[in-house]
């Protein structure tokens, strides 16, 4: 039953607008087939792409320092045909000896080259050039990224079996800010905060107003149908 009309009429009012707009940012109507949320998805991935850069770039300058350390691993491989596959990629490495026993992979190589190479594939990536990695390695350029970052895994693993901590805590270093990155943000748009802050704005707080707007529509509903909420009384000992 309703107990007062007037905030029961503003509820529904407010709802049913807030039900309509629901209804067209789901619909494909904010460019290339994509709903609002994907639009806003979209935006906030390349707007973080372009905030990620700096941070790319800074872990890429250390490289040089690990030039002329020079790395013996040995690293175990699920089967055979992983082995084939990491030894074709760590050959890519100026400079590297990889030997191949069945799922056993030794490679020495310079840390600095080994590391200038997955930059070169990583950067690639991150400005969407995949062309040039496939070509490369001869594989989806996915693929040969994620094949860098179990590598580098492996060699981490066995660093740290020869304890050269140094080593395997700065590969560590790499594979989170420079191969994660290159990988996850493969495909999206670079976008800079200051180009975009219009839009950064307006959804911003549209996202405020809107959730307020469902809020308020709930709280006339409810007031409308005499749906309250009282504090209990205190139950009096005996």
Avoid: H
Avoid at 103 to 108: D, I, M, P
Avoid at 213 to 221: N, P, V
Wanted: some cysteine; proline content about 1%; overall charge neutral.
């Amino acid at each position: 039953m309703i107990r007062d009309s007037k905030a029961f009429f503003i509820g529904l009012i407010m709802m049913a607008s807030f039900l309509g707009i629901y209804a067209y940012m789901m619909s494909p109507s904010f460019g290339n087939g994509r709903n609002g949320l994907e639009f806003a998805d979209d935006m906030f991935n390349s707007i973080s792409k372009g905030s990620v850069y700096d941070v790319i770039q800074g872990e890429v300058k250390k490289i040089d320092k690990w030039n002329g350390t020079e790395i013996e691993v040995a690293l175990k491989c699920k089967d055979e045909a992983q082995a084939d596959r990491w030894s074709k990629a760590l050959q890519k490495v100026d400079g590297s000896e990889v030997s191949v026993d069945k799922q056993n992979v030794k490679v020495k190589a310079d840390l600095g080259k080994l590391l200038a190479n997955i930059s070169e594939d990583c950067s690639n990536m991150f400005e969407n050039k995949g062309d040039v990695v496939q070509q490369k390695y001869g594989t989806d350029p996915r693929d040969a990224t994620n094949r860098w970052y179990s590598i580098t895994k492996a060699i981490v693993k066995d660093l740290e079996k020869q304890e050269r901590f140094k080593e395997s805590v700065a590969i560590t270093q790499f594979q989170k800010k420079v191969i994660e990155p290159s990988y996850n943000y493969y495909g999206v748009e670079a976008k800079q905060v200051k180009d975009n802050s219009g839009v950064m704005t307006f959804m911003m707080v549209f996202y405020l107003i809107y959730t307020l707007w469902y809020g308020f529509a709930i709280y006339y509903l409810c007031q409308g149908l005499g749906i309250t909420m009282s504090k209990s009384a205190k139950k009096q000992e005996a």
